[in-house]
Protein backbone atom coordinates (compact mmCIF):
# COMPACT_ATOMS: atom_id res chain seq x y z
CA UNK A 1 0.00 0.00 0.00
CA UNK A 2 1.26 3.36 -0.07
CA UNK A 3 3.24 4.91 2.50
CA UNK A 4 3.33 8.46 4.14
CA UNK A 5 3.47 10.69 0.85
CA UNK A 6 5.47 14.58 1.50
CA UNK A 7 5.08 17.10 -1.48
CA UNK A 8 7.19 19.00 -2.81
CA UNK A 9 10.08 17.30 -2.33
CA UNK A 10 12.15 20.32 -2.54
CA UNK A 11 11.29 24.30 -1.97
CA UNK A 12 13.25 26.82 -2.73
CA UNK A 13 12.27 30.32 -0.77
CA UNK A 14 13.26 33.30 -0.69
CA UNK A 15 13.82 35.27 3.06
CA UNK A 16 10.90 36.46 4.09
CA UNK A 17 8.33 34.35 1.88
CA UNK A 18 5.78 31.92 3.36
CA UNK A 19 5.38 28.10 2.74
CA UNK A 20 3.39 25.72 3.02
CA UNK A 21 4.59 21.75 3.08
CA UNK A 22 1.75 19.07 3.11
CA UNK A 23 1.76 15.48 4.21
CA UNK A 24 -0.78 12.82 3.18
CA UNK A 25 -0.41 10.08 5.71
CA UNK A 26 -0.86 6.33 5.91
CA UNK A 27 -5.03 5.87 5.46
CA UNK A 28 -6.38 5.60 8.61
CA UNK A 29 -3.93 6.39 10.72
CA UNK A 30 -4.94 8.40 13.91
CA UNK A 31 -1.32 9.93 14.84
CA UNK A 32 0.67 12.36 12.92
CA UNK A 33 4.36 14.04 13.38
CA UNK A 34 6.08 16.64 12.42
CA UNK A 35 9.92 17.09 12.76
CA UNK A 36 12.56 19.08 11.65
CA UNK A 37 16.19 17.93 10.73
CA UNK A 38 18.92 20.19 10.11
CA UNK A 39 22.18 19.28 8.66
CA UNK A 40 24.02 16.21 9.79
CA UNK A 41 21.71 16.03 12.92
CA UNK A 42 18.99 13.44 14.19
CA UNK A 43 15.10 14.45 13.32
CA UNK A 44 13.74 17.05 16.19
CA UNK A 45 10.41 16.78 16.90
CA UNK A 46 7.75 19.88 16.03
CA UNK A 47 4.32 19.48 16.77
CA UNK A 48 1.29 16.09 17.34
CA UNK A 49 -1.81 14.91 16.29
CA UNK A 50 -4.24 12.61 17.40
CA UNK A 51 -6.96 13.02 14.52
CA UNK A 52 -7.65 16.73 14.15
CA UNK A 53 -6.51 17.63 17.74
CA UNK A 54 -3.00 19.40 17.81
CA UNK A 55 -1.92 17.12 20.88
CA UNK A 56 1.26 19.01 21.22
CA UNK A 57 3.19 21.59 19.50
CA UNK A 58 5.97 22.47 22.43
CA UNK A 59 8.65 22.01 19.50
CA UNK A 60 7.62 24.48 17.40
CA UNK A 61 10.48 26.72 17.17
CA UNK A 62 8.59 30.45 17.04
CA UNK A 63 5.13 31.48 16.36
CA UNK A 64 6.22 31.56 12.87
CA UNK A 65 5.05 27.79 12.62
CA UNK A 66 1.80 26.48 11.96
CA UNK A 67 0.63 23.01 11.29
CA UNK A 68 -2.94 21.84 10.79
CA UNK A 69 -4.82 18.49 10.20
CA UNK A 70 -8.67 19.99 9.79
CA UNK A 71 -9.99 16.60 8.78
CA UNK A 72 -8.20 14.01 10.63
CA UNK A 73 -5.73 13.05 7.22
CA UNK A 74 -3.81 15.15 5.33
CA UNK A 75 -1.87 17.77 7.07
CA UNK A 76 -0.23 21.04 6.46
CA UNK A 77 3.29 22.66 7.90
CA UNK A 78 2.96 26.46 6.99
CA UNK A 79 6.34 28.65 8.13
CA UNK A 80 5.65 32.53 7.49
CA UNK A 81 8.36 34.66 6.84
CA UNK A 82 11.17 32.30 6.20
CA UNK A 83 14.48 32.55 8.00
CA UNK A 84 17.68 31.51 6.85
CA UNK A 85 17.73 29.47 9.92
CA UNK A 86 14.71 27.64 9.01
CA UNK A 87 16.30 25.38 5.91
CA UNK A 88 16.24 22.17 7.31
CA UNK A 89 14.28 18.61 5.72
CA UNK A 90 10.62 18.19 7.43
CA UNK A 91 9.65 15.44 7.85
CA UNK A 92 6.12 14.20 8.56
CA UNK A 93 5.63 10.10 10.44
CA UNK A 94 1.90 8.49 10.64
CA UNK A 95 1.01 5.40 13.18
CA UNK A 96 -1.90 3.54 13.68
CA UNK A 97 -3.39 4.79 16.74
CA UNK A 98 -3.05 5.94 20.52
CA UNK A 99 -2.10 2.60 22.09
CA UNK A 100 1.36 1.43 23.22
CA UNK A 101 3.52 0.14 21.04
CA UNK A 102 2.77 2.30 18.06
CA UNK A 103 5.41 2.44 14.99
CA UNK A 104 5.95 5.70 13.05
CA UNK A 105 6.45 5.75 9.31
CA UNK A 106 7.97 8.03 7.88
CA UNK A 107 7.82 10.14 4.30
CA UNK A 108 11.06 10.95 2.60
CA UNK A 109 10.43 14.55 3.79
CA UNK A 110 10.66 18.11 2.39
CA UNK A 111 13.93 19.71 1.69
CA UNK A 112 13.66 23.30 2.24
CA UNK A 113 16.13 25.92 1.47
CA UNK A 114 15.80 29.81 2.77
CA UNK A 115 17.81 32.04 0.19
CA UNK B 1 17.62 14.85 25.40
CA UNK B 2 18.07 11.63 24.51
CA UNK B 3 17.99 8.38 27.00
CA UNK B 4 20.57 6.85 24.59
CA UNK B 5 24.03 6.81 24.34
CA UNK B 6 25.67 5.40 20.69
CA UNK B 7 29.25 5.41 18.99
CA UNK B 8 29.29 7.85 16.50
CA UNK B 9 30.32 5.62 14.33
CA UNK B 10 31.11 2.21 12.82
CA UNK B 11 32.09 0.03 9.92
CA UNK B 12 31.20 -3.58 9.08
CA UNK B 13 32.77 -5.30 5.81
CA UNK B 14 30.02 -6.94 4.03
CA UNK B 15 28.46 -9.91 4.82
CA UNK B 16 29.64 -9.85 8.10
CA UNK B 17 27.52 -9.36 10.67
CA UNK B 18 26.95 -6.07 12.32
CA UNK B 19 26.44 -5.30 15.68
CA UNK B 20 25.20 -1.89 16.87
CA UNK B 21 25.44 -1.04 21.11
CA UNK B 22 23.15 1.05 22.72
CA UNK B 23 23.50 2.49 25.93
CA UNK B 24 20.34 3.05 28.08
CA UNK B 25 21.25 2.93 31.62
CA UNK B 26 17.78 4.69 32.88
CA UNK B 27 15.06 3.31 30.85
CA UNK B 28 12.09 1.80 32.67
CA UNK B 29 10.65 -1.22 33.27
CA UNK B 30 7.86 -0.44 31.16
CA UNK B 31 9.44 1.00 28.14
CA UNK B 32 10.21 -0.23 25.28
CA UNK B 33 13.62 0.19 22.94
CA UNK B 34 13.42 0.99 19.33
CA UNK B 35 15.73 0.92 16.41
CA UNK B 36 15.23 2.76 13.09
CA UNK B 37 17.33 3.61 10.70
CA UNK B 38 17.80 6.72 8.49
CA UNK B 39 19.31 5.54 4.61
CA UNK B 40 20.80 9.09 2.86
CA UNK B 41 18.24 11.19 1.84
CA UNK B 42 15.42 9.04 3.13
CA UNK B 43 13.19 8.92 6.08
CA UNK B 44 13.92 7.04 8.99
CA UNK B 45 12.56 3.55 8.82
CA UNK B 46 11.63 1.39 11.52
CA UNK B 47 13.63 -1.58 12.10
CA UNK B 48 12.38 -3.55 15.55
CA UNK B 49 11.62 -2.87 19.18
CA UNK B 50 11.63 -4.62 22.35
CA UNK B 51 11.03 -4.91 26.20
CA UNK B 52 13.39 -7.84 27.73
CA UNK B 53 13.20 -10.41 25.71
CA UNK B 54 15.16 -10.76 22.49
CA UNK B 55 13.67 -9.91 19.41
CA UNK B 56 14.17 -11.01 15.72
CA UNK B 57 12.54 -10.55 12.60
CA UNK B 58 13.35 -10.47 9.11
CA UNK B 59 15.53 -6.99 9.29
CA UNK B 60 17.33 -7.70 12.32
CA UNK B 61 17.45 -9.12 15.98
CA UNK B 62 17.45 -7.12 18.86
CA UNK B 63 19.54 -8.60 21.97
CA UNK B 64 18.42 -6.76 25.43
CA UNK B 65 20.55 -7.41 28.62
CA UNK B 66 18.82 -8.85 31.52
CA UNK B 67 19.08 -5.69 33.18
CA UNK B 68 17.79 -3.94 30.41
CA UNK B 69 20.46 -1.24 30.51
CA UNK B 70 21.93 -1.89 27.41
CA UNK B 71 21.20 -3.38 24.00
CA UNK B 72 22.48 -4.49 20.71
CA UNK B 73 21.06 -4.67 17.02
CA UNK B 74 22.64 -7.48 14.74
CA UNK B 75 22.71 -7.38 11.16
CA UNK B 76 23.11 -10.70 10.41
CA UNK B 77 24.87 -10.35 7.20
CA UNK B 78 25.61 -7.01 6.13
CA UNK B 79 24.98 -4.95 3.25
CA UNK B 80 26.23 -1.85 1.10
CA UNK B 81 22.41 -1.32 1.10
CA UNK B 82 22.41 -1.26 4.99
CA UNK B 83 24.81 1.87 5.58
CA UNK B 84 22.76 3.96 6.98
CA UNK B 85 22.48 6.31 10.18
CA UNK B 86 20.88 3.72 13.23
CA UNK B 87 18.76 5.57 16.03
CA UNK B 88 18.61 3.38 19.25
CA UNK B 89 15.25 5.12 20.99
CA UNK B 90 13.56 5.25 24.41
CA UNK B 91 10.16 6.73 24.22
CA UNK B 92 8.32 7.77 26.82
CA UNK B 93 5.49 5.78 25.85
CA UNK B 94 4.92 3.77 22.93
CA UNK B 95 2.83 6.59 20.59
CA UNK B 96 4.75 9.88 21.32
CA UNK B 97 7.38 12.18 19.59
CA UNK B 98 10.14 10.22 18.90
CA UNK B 99 13.96 11.76 20.36
CA UNK B 100 16.81 10.59 17.87
CA UNK B 101 19.88 11.73 19.47
CA UNK B 102 23.04 11.76 16.56
CA UNK B 103 22.49 7.95 16.21
CA UNK B 104 25.35 5.27 14.89
CA UNK B 105 26.51 6.05 11.39
CA UNK B 106 27.03 2.31 9.71
CA UNK B 107 29.16 2.02 6.95
CA UNK B 108 29.21 -1.42 4.85
CA UNK B 109 32.44 -1.77 3.34
CA UNK B 110 32.88 -4.10 0.13
Known amino acids: GAGVSQSPRYKVAKRGQDVALRCDPI?????LFWYQQALGQGPEFLTY????????KSGLPSDRFFAERPEGSVSTLKIQRTQQEDSAVYLC?????????????FGAGTRLSVL | DAKTTQPPSMDCAEGRAANLPCNHS???????VYWYRQIHSQGPQYIIH???NNETNEMASLIITEDRKSSTLILPHATLRDTAVYYC???????????FGKGTRLSVIA
Open chain 1, 49 to 56: FQNEAQLD
Open chain 1, 27 to 31: SGHVS
Open chain 1, 93 to 105: ASSPGTAAKNIQY
Open chain 2, 50 to 52: GLK
Open chain 2, 89 to 99: IVPFSGNTPLV
Open chain 2, 26 to 32: TISGNEY
